[in-house]
């Protein structure tokens, strides 16, 4: 399994991509760290990271009312990274479609 899960292409994530042209975000392994996330980066994509920041988010409890009762539940946790790269690199997502 890699240390990559999915890129993060939400419309929150495109403005801060349009105001930081160097910024992506990743849905990583949450045991994952900082140079794990680099390395695995610049060997998917052939790319130069500067910096990784990560942070990790807590499932949300959840309820919903059935015919049953109320259901209660609990979203994914997961751990998220922003990744800056160098100065003029870049990473196309859509180039295969």
Known sequence: ???LIKPILTEKQTAISE???NRYAFRV???ANKVDIKNAVEQIYNVKVDKVNTMNYLGK???????AG???GRTVAYK???ITLK????IDFFSNI
């Not at 409890?61 to 015919?67: A, D, G, L, P, Y």
């Not at 100065?87 to 870049?90: A, D, N, P, R, S």
Request: glycine share 8%; no cysteine.
């Open 1 to 3: 399994m890699g240390i």
């Open 19 to 21: 105001k930081f042209p």
């Open 29 to 31: 392994v949450p045991s």
């Open 61 to 67: 409890n959840k309820s919903r009312f059935t015919k």
């Open 70 to 72: 109320v259901t209660k």
């Open 80 to 82: 998220k990274a922003i």
């Open 87 to 90: 100065e003029g690199e870049v």
